[in-house]
């Protein structure tokens, strides 16, 4: 079982930055995959980005493609995402989740494929 705890959420002016890192204090988190989702207030929570264990694999939603990067060091069992060109519509709680799967391709992008959730990281980008 690994447990998830997000961190580095805050607010921030349209077009900076924002790295988030979800940490595994089990120390297990390298043999997972994992990805971020987000919820924004009134809205159902979405993916955003996913990772396979070995980080060779990676996949990402057409909101932040080409402004996020999700990466991992297997070494310290964390997952970051790297938030650039921010917008006011990024503002949710971000989540961070892991999964097992043997086939990672499949249904990344779709909750029930995780297992593991953190409790979230907020970002509000706003002026």
């Known amino acids: 079982q690994v447990q998830l705890l997000e961190s580095g959420g805050r607010l921030v002016h349209p077009g900076g930055s924002l790295s988030l890192s979800c940490a595994d204090s089990?120390?297990?988190?390298?043999?997972?995959?994992a990805g971020w989702f987000r919820q924004a207030p009134g809205k159902e929570r979405d993916f955003v980005a996913g990772i396979s264990s070995t980080g060779i694999n990676t996949y990402y939603a057409d909101s932040v493609k080409g402004r996020f990067t999700i990466s991992r060091n297997n070494a310290d069992n964390s997952v970051y995402l790297q938030m650039n060109y921010l917008k006011p519509e990024d503002t949710a709680i971000y989540y961070c989740?892991?999964?097992?799967?043997?086939?990672?391709?499949?249904?990344?992008?779709?909750?029930?494929?995780?297992?593991?959730w953190g409790q979230g990281s907020r970002v509000t980008v706003s002026s």
């Open positions: 089990g120390g297990t988190l390298r043999n997972f995959h």
């Open positions: 989740a892991a999964t097992r799967d043997t086939w990672y391709y499949r249904n990344y992008d779709r909750q029930s494929k995780y297992s593991y």
